[in-house]
């Protein structure tokens, strides 16, 4: 039986297709813009197939006395930045997806017509939001981290169709074991959908630059790799770009 096929714009993920290399910008533009713009350069530049946004607000996902929430507030990008930046990534060539927690997320990123979604790991286990984001009509990847079996049967039923899988540590930055290559071609043997890795290396070991190729070549349909337009500026996500 064959693999199932994903496209994401003008890319497809899945047996017999190139492994999609895709640039996870998570918070590296912090709350900037104009940094966010930056990014989408550097990630055409580098020769990136595909850029990822994490769309959040901060109130919708913690509580007002969290210690990570002021971080979080100052890294965020408001809607009519968030329509700058997802048109200029558009516009870019680049296959753009959204990784959003919620349905304003959603909403937000389909307006600016992004390519596909994203769901984060901590989310596989939230079927309604899988549904409600399976059933907005475009490519869906799931992140499923280090989750048993029958969670990821579980996420997949919720989420209908054949969405893409991500697998990788819970963790970042990680050791190369710890991304456990070995078990991408087996899970996309058993789950019957495209597999990719959530590559946490850490960004300045000497196997960061080989571990894409390594992903790939252990069967890996797609790799998204953290990125960072200066590791010297140590902001929140720069120890795995």
């Known amino acids: 039986m064959k693999t199932a096929r994903l496209d994401l714009g003008s890319r497809s993920l899945g047996e017999g297709q190139p492994c999609l290399i895709a640039a996870h ?32 607000r901060t109130a919708d996902l913690l509580a ?17 930045e968030w329509r ?16 959003v927690y919620d349905l304003a997320g959603r909403d937000l990123a389909a307006e600016a017509g992004v390519d596909g979604y994203q769901a ?12 409600a984001l399976a059933e907005a009509g475009r490519p869906l990847l799931l992140g499923a981290g280090g989750a048993t079996d029958a969670q990821v049967r579980e996420a997949l039923d919720a989420a209908g169709g054949a969405p893409a899988l991500l697998l990788g540590p819970a963790t970042a930055p990680a050791a190369p074991e710890e991304l456990r290559l070995g078990e991408l071609a087996s ?31 252990r069967g890996a349909d797609s790799v998204q790799r953290r990125l960072t337009l200066a590791r010297s500026r140590r902001g929140r996500d720069w120890a795995a770009a």
Not at 27 to 55: N, Y
Not at 86 to 91: P, Q, S
Request: net charge negative; charged share 25%.
């Open 25 to 56: 910008v998570r918070t590296a533009h912090e709350g900037e813009a104009d940094a966010a713009l930056r990014l989408i350069e550097a990630a055409f530049q580098a020769g990136a197939d595909a850029i990822v946004f994490p769309v959040y």
């Open 64 to 80: 007002r006395r969290h210690p990570e929430r002021r971080e979080m507030e100052q890294a965020e990008l408001g809607a009519r």
């Open 120 to 131: 984060h790991p901590s989310d596989l286990d939230h079927p309604d939001l899988l549904r």
């Open 187 to 217: 899970a996309r043997d058993r789950f019957r959908v495209p597999v990719g890795l959530l590559d946490g290396t850490d960004g300045g070991s000497a196997f960061a630059p080989a571990a894409p190729a390594a992903a790939a070549a």
């Open 84 to 99: 700058k930046v997802l048109a200029a990534a558009k516009a870019s060539g680049l296959a753009v997806v959204a990784e």
